[in-house]
């Protein structure tokens, strides 16, 4: 079992920067690839950014690419997601996750086994 808590979510202007955290427990954190998900009103869960067990590579979504920036620290057993210059449909719910055996390529949300219960992010124009 893998226990995960987001937070770091509120309410930023258009441009403007927010650093999420998703602290997690109940398993060997440096062997778990860890992603975030977002998913706004009456849409389907995206993919946001997936982080290897080592830290050492990452993989983002299109529309993420060059704004966001997703880290991990094992020591402390957190993952982070700095996001940079954000626009209003950057607005979502934001959801952290962990693949027990994932690799760059876990971008799909049923590649997941464990989820936190999401942050909200709003950014107005």
């Known amino acids: 079992q893998v226990q995960l808590v987001e937070s770091g979510g509120g309410l930023v202007h258009d441009g403007g920067s927010l650093r999420l955290s998703c602290a997690a427990s109940?398993?060997?954190?440096?062997?778990?690839?860890m992603g975030w998900f977002r998913q706004a009103p009456g849409k389907e869960r995206e993919f946001v950014a997936v982080?290897?067990?080592?830290?050492?590579?990452?993989y983002y979504g299109d529309s993420m690419r060059g704004r966001f920036t997703i880290s991990r620290d094992n020591a402390k057993n957190m993952v982070y997601l700095q996001m940079n210059s954000l626009k209003p449909e950057d607005t979502a719910v934001y959801y952290c996750?962990?693949?027990?055996?994932?690799?760059?390529?876990?971008?799909?949300?049923?590649?997941?086994?464990?989820w936190g219960q999401g942050t909200q992010v709003t950014v107005s124009s």
């Open positions: 996750a962990a693949d027990i055996y994932g690799n760059l390529n876990s971008i799909a949300p049923d590649d997941y086994d464990y």
């Open positions: 982080i290897s067990w080592s830290g050492e590579g990452t």
């Open positions: 109940g398993a060997t954190f440096s062997r778990i690839a």
